[in-house]
């Protein structure tokens, strides 16, 4: 591991502190909250700088060099599946779907997976409804439990360090694939989780003896979400201070002048490699509200990568299974439109950003899920529905062909 200094609760000037930060839980005045925040303090790196420079690089070439993005992974990671045969069947699946990717488009794919630090969920509502209990909602086994009960529902701190050794365990076995023979340099995997939990990711920096560049290391690459990317907001003050490169959800209510905004927080020096934009807009919303973004950002000569999460925007609610759901046809018509959106403002289409299970489920409907009865099958998601491999080839082989399959 590479030497870094470590960053305590007041060794540096903290900007996001004193500014508001959504969607945090309510542990402050738990017993073991201290302790936990200490241990992640003292914890040595997930990620080490030369990993994050070595993906920034990478990334600081795609918009030149028709190079393509994969970034796919479970909506929430499990505690319970951080077991090796888990962690390989997920790094399966990502290889899987980055080579089918490259063979179809002749172009190099760089692999990140949703992996090693995926614990914490935001949520619409801080309650929900089982049976005739009112609940505080799931929000990620980093929080709390998915079991249905109030007291599982009580946000613990000490399931940081949970989330920090399972973390830690996917990395290194993220960290020796990288190291197999032949895998192109720079090519990955590599870690991303969005960077929602400020309790944990402020304790994971670290400043880099050598460079002197302050890192989040808890992850290669993190992202703010759609309902954390408030300009003026604690989350994007934290990803502002980082060397990392960095994601950014933009969902169907993203005007251009909130994201020159966030580009001028996120990127300041217009950085090739810096920021990634993920337009997450939904079929029907996609086609009116992302060009005057493109044009907006374009404009300005930010050099971001441009990403599609064709999943959150076209999430329903079966009629029947009354399951969470998403249809195959329309994740394949938004990465279609965004592909020729950008393509039609001269810009970089660069890849895919997925929710993709590593085994058969039956979430989302399409392809080997004919209709919403399926559904109840095999969903096994902690939150939302995820494409299963074969659904998720069909995605990638539409987004060669540039056509989608007959629904």
């Not at 994050?52 to 990334?59: A, D, H, K, T, Y």
């Not at 592909?339 to 299970?357: P, S, Y």
Request: proline share 7%; with cysteine.
């Amino acid at each position: 591991m590479q030497s870094a200094g470590i960053i305590g609760d007041f060794a540096e000037p903290r900007p996001w502190k004193h500014l508001p930060a959504e969607q945090q839980p309510d542990w402050r005045a738990h017993a073991a909250y201290d302790e936990a925040c200490r241990s992640l303090a003292e914890a040595e790196p997930l990620a080490t700088h030369v990993e994050i420079g070595r993906l920034r690089q990478s990334l600081s070439t795609v918009t030149t060099s028709g190079t393509l993005v994969l970034q796919s992974g479970d909506c929430a990671e499990s505690f319970s599946e951080c077991t090796d045969a888990h962690i390989a069947d997920k790094l399966r699946v990502l290889d899987q779907l980055a080579d089918r990717f490259s063979d179809l488009t002749g172009s190099p794919v760089i692999r990140i997976g949703r992996m090693a630090g995926q614990f914490a969920k935001p949520r619409s509502q801080a309650t929900e409804i089982h049976g005739d209990q009112v609940i505080g909602s799931f929000r990620g086994h980093m929080v709390n439990s998915e079991a249905a009960a109030p007291a599982a529902r009580a946000a613990d701190p000490q399931r940081m360090w949970r989330a920090y050794q399972a973390s830690s365990k996917v990395q290194r076995a993220i960290r020796n694939h990288r190291r197999r023979p032949g895998v192109p340099a720079g090519g990955g995997p590599w870690s991303s989780h969005e960077a929602l939990i400020l309790d944990y990711e402020t304790r994971l920096l670290r400043r880099d003896l050598i460079t002197g560049g302050l890192c989040l290391t808890s992850t290669h690459l993190p992202w703010v979400g759609e309902r954390t990317r408030d300009p003026r907001g604690a989350h994007v003050a934290l990803l502002s201070a980082i060397a990392n490169p960095i994601g950014c959800k933009l969902g169907p209510t993203a005007t251009p002048d909130e994201v020159l905004a966030l580009c001028r927080a996120l990127d300041p020096h217009h950085e090739p490699g810096r920021l990634t934009l993920i337009p997450r807009m939904g079929r029907h919303q996609i086609r009116d509200v992302l060009p005057p973004i493109v044009r907006a950002v374009t404009s300005a000569g930010y050099p971001v990568v441009w990403l599609c999460d064709p999943m959150h925007g076209n999430t329903v609610v079966s009629r029947r299974a009354g399951l969470k759901t998403r249809y195959l046809v329309d994740i394949i018509t938004e990465s279609l439109t965004f592909r020729d959106i950008l393509d039609g403002h001269g810009q970089h289409a660069a890849g895919l950003h997925l929710e993709v299970a590593a085994g058969d489920v039956t979430e989302c409907v399409g392809g080997p899920v004919p209709d919403e009865d399926r559904l109840s099958h095999r969903f096994t998601s902690l939150c939302d529905p995820r494409l299963n491999p074969e659904q998720a080839i069909e995605l990638v082989e539409a987004w060669a062909k540039g056509v989608a399959a007959p629904a």
